[in-house]
């Protein structure tokens, strides 16, 4: 885990900045496997105004959890679902949350 200081100098959790090289590095996974969980629509990076892929920290996050589920035998089409509902489920509980934290009339 990094230190105070560490953290402190790292990017953004949302912030791209991640080149395909270092984001595949970082992840485990090699440079054409994130390219084939692109065009399956697993991932979508950022791209600079030159059309560079840029990677933020969640996409590191994405592509971990991605290559987890590939290494317990799931198809690409089944992680897709699986991150789909993941993401359902995530907006779903921020959304309970806004409410609770926010009850309406108030």
Not at 9 to 30: D, F, N, R, T
Not at 33 to 40: A, P
Not at 41 to 64: A, C, K, M
Request: proline residues 5%; without cysteine; aromatic residues 2%.
């Amino acid at each position: 885990m990094p230190s105070q200081h560490e953290r402190e100098h790292l990017p953004a959790e949302e912030q791209a900045v991640y080149a395909i090289s270092v984001a595949a590095e970082l992840a485990g996974i090699g440079i054409q496997t994130l390219r084939l969980y692109e065009r399956h629509g697993l991932i979508t990076p950022t791209r600079s105004n030159g059309g560079t892929r840029r990677y933020s920290g969640r996409d590191l996050q994405r592509l971990r959890r991605i290559a987890d589920l590939a290494a317990q035998g799931v198809n690409l089409a089944g992680i897709g679902h699986i991150l789909d509902l993941q993401d359902q489920n995530t907006a779903l509980v921020r959304e309970r949350d806004r409410l609770q934290s926010d009850p309406p009339g108030s």
